[in-house]
């Protein structure tokens, strides 16, 4: 009806007008009404509607309901009605368009029905306001208070769901640091490996001649031998107290050492940074 009052001269007569509004019954009952139509003009040659004022009574009749205040009061009425998960602005759209329809015009009875038919959780936020309720027969302070609160919860959800799915880098945890230590390399690493001892000699048998009990006195008399580091005897590599002498190492040795000891450093000042706390960081 808009666009045939604001581009009337594009319409030459009633039937133009017709045609063009049946050419958006495109789904439903409206779609079967229009087919139907054009096939009583297949059948007799002749349109059944013939004016504008006839095809809108034949619409009403159609796909209007018989009696609207009734079908509105049962709507109301019902138990099937509620806002559900509507806003408050589009649940009070077709609220007041039922409303009317209904022909309701008592204030307390319009309260009733609106407040009976919000979410539970906006009911009881205006019902249990500590100040500044709504008296139960002001219409326009009910309508202002359900899209107040109902605004503020969408407002909150909203802010929620961003918190949430916000990407949160955790802090690192102090039991999961690596130690110092695990960094850097001994510097025994670099030695060559140890050959293995030999086997110490058989028993002398019982008994045994003069030459192999000879053999055997020789044998207790050799020195222990000394350490493979610094070369002093009565103790082993690992027990050596000059293995971390810097003095005693070689060029190569000591450039690895520093090597080490710059990678432990550098990963002493990357765990600081990871332990640091955020500014704004809750």
Known sequence: MLYLRLALE????????IFWTLAFFKDGRATKWSENLFR???DTGIFPIQSWTDFEQQFQSQFFPVNAEADAINTLEGS???QGNRTVDDYLDSFLILASDAGYMDPWTLVVKFHRELKLNVQSQIATMP?????????KAWYAAARRIDQAQLANEAFQSMLWSTTVTPVRSALARPTPFSVLRSPLAA?????PRPPPPPPAPSGGVPMDVDAVRKTRSLPL???YWCGEANHLVK???HRLDVRRLTAEQREE???DLMALKDAVEEEEVFSAPKEGFV
């Open 257 to 259: 050492l520093i090597e």
């Open 40 to 42: 009583q003009e297949a």
């Open 225 to 227: 031998r000394g350490c």
């Open 239 to 241: 027990d050596c107290p």
């Open 80 to 82: 099937s009605y509620y």
């Open 131 to 139: 100040f500044g309720r709504p008296a139960d027969t002001d219409l």
């Open 10 to 17: 594009q319409f030459t007569c009633n039937e133009e007008k």
């Open 191 to 195: 030695l060559p490996s140890i050959p």
